[in-house]
């Protein structure tokens, strides 16, 4: 039986008898965190091979302690893990520690929000357009908003008309603020540029979903130039995405050594037919314990400075499964994003909220992350053509309720699941093929019933079984 420890691709020396601990953990069932394989990683052996596959890290004038390794385990010639590895101790023997994958795979950009990046200026048209471009892909619009609280109280001073991004015969006027929102999706792909880290998916692709704006209160203030930065919510990157995953139940696939994150839909996986079966391979004897909370609360967080949300009108409740036949408690989950409310008389999105502006010295007023869906110029009965971005497009909607809701659209065969799912610890005889070719976003089948692998702990070299926990799909 071959155990092999590879270092950026160069297997390592190990001391004999070397027994590796394996849980593989599945990553799409938790959403709070991006949950990680765990493996431990043997303290290796200050051999000659090793010390030059590390970069002789034991040398007093090294400044190896603290390097990264692209890591992998090998079992039989099949590989059942890879990540990163980085080394924090370098004596006798060195050892490693495992990298969780959004640990630290943005790099500088990890911890910083999103305005404290640079994502460079765009310049702005001598005639201001409903969008702005470069590279061909949509960088911002400029929606008309409803918010006659913008500049406070001083708006009255100036003659403030109401409305944020005013549009008036097919042109915008000189008065009033100018706020760019930026699309969602051309803000990924910078991230992506920004920090060398592949965003792709199902999310990706949406057409819909790629008309998402990302909303902002902070005014151009006469300036001729446009600093993305500046116009985004206070999010990380990893804060960024996770928040997205719990509003569209995104199934988030990190890979830390391609550097690679995929974004999909969960829902999508339950509809996929199951083709694995193990049931040969499930020893005798089972303890199966039920979900104790099989009704889901799926909610969001409300802008405290927008008047018109803080008592958190009905179409902005949270959307909560029926009441089930036998006892239960709830899962609650809440998403930082929430979304704005649309004007019924003008069919445009409507606020109560101080800007951001020099003008009045409103530079400390601050937003919370919403999203509103860009719907281009739109005309209501017997009125001009607007700039209009909304909460909903199509048969798409940003509030959680409704047969078009968040709820509906993106949550529901993951809702039916959670409502009669139960969990099963059993032993299985798997050996390094099944794990090397286990894919949690697939669906086993054990004696009559299909599962989600939650997790599976195992030993290296293989000499006992393997305990899964299998939750029912």
């Not at 909220?353 to 739109?378: D, H, V």
Request: with cysteine.
């Amino acid at each position: 039986m071959s155990l092999q420890i590879r270092m950026d691709g160069q297997v390592v020396d190990l001391t004999p008898d070397t027994s590796v601990g394996l849980e593989l953990i599945n990553p799409f069932l938790a959403y709070e965190d991006i949950l990680s394989n765990r493996a431990t990683i043997p303290a290796l052996p200050a051999t000659r091979r090793n010390r030059i596959i590390l970069g002789f890290p034991d040398l007093l004038q090294s400044e190896a302690v603290g390097m990264r390794y692209k890591c992998e385990k090998y079992y039989n010639g099949q590989r059942l893990q890879a990540g990163v590895a980085i080394l924090t101790e370098a004596a006798q023997t060195f050892a490693l520690a495992v990298v969780q994958p959004l640990g630290e795979l943005f790099g500088d950009a990890q911890k910083k929000t999103l305005p404290e990046l640079s994502f460079g200026t765009l310049a702005l048209p001598a005639t201001l357009t409903p969008t702005l471009q470069q590279f061909g892909r949509n960088v911002l619009a400029f929606p008309t908003v409803l918010n006659a609280d913008f500049y406070g109280t001083n708006g009255t001073a100036i003659n403030y008309s109401g409305r944020v991004n005013n549009y008036q015969a097919g042109a915008y006027t000189a008065a009033g603020p100018v706020v760019p929102f930026p699309f969602l999706k051309e803000i990924l792909l910078q991230i992506s540029e920004l920090t060398g880290v592949s965003i792709t998916g199902q999310f990706m692709e949406d057409p819909d979903l790629s008309q998402l704006l990302l909303y902002n209160t902070r005014a151009l203030d006469g300036r001729t130039t446009v600093e993305l930065q500046k116009h985004l919510p206070e999010l990380t990157i990893p804060g960024l995405l996770l928040e997205l995953r719990k509003l569209f139940n995104l199934a988030m696939r990190v890979d830390t050594n391609e550097r690679a994150i995929r974004l999909d839909f969960m829902d999508n996986y339950h509809k996929m037919a199951t083709s694995k079966d193990w049931s040969k391979k499930a020893l005798k004897g089972a303890k199966k314990r039920p979900e104790m909370a099989r009704r889901l609360q799926l909610g969001s967080e409300q802008d405290s400075g927008d008047g018109l949300t803080k008592d958190k009108p009905p179409i902005l409740a949270d959307y909560l499964t029926p009441e089930l036949a036998t006892e239960t408690t709830i899962t609650p989950l809440t998403s930082r994003f929430s979304t704005l409310l649309t004007d019924p008389a003008t069919g445009l999105a409507i606020t109560s909220q101080a800007g951001i502006s020099e003008q009045f010295g409103q530079l400390s007023s601050k937003f919370t992350p919403r999203l509103l869906f860009w719907n281009g110029l739109q005309a209501a009965p017997n009125a001009e053509p607007l700039p209009v971005a909304t909460a909903k497009r199509g048969a798409l909607s940003l509030y959680w309720t409704g047969a078009d809701g968040l709820a509906a659209t993106f949550w529901k065969r993951t809702e039916a699941n959670r409502v009669s799912r139960f969990y099963l610890e059993r032993n299985l005889d798997l050996n390094e093929v099944d794990l090397a070719t286990l894919d949690f976003s697939e669906k086993v089948h054990i004696n009559g019933l299909d599962y989600w692998v939650a997790s599976i702990s195992i030993s290296l070299p293989i000499k006992q079984p393997a305990t899964a926990l299998l939750v029912r799909a």
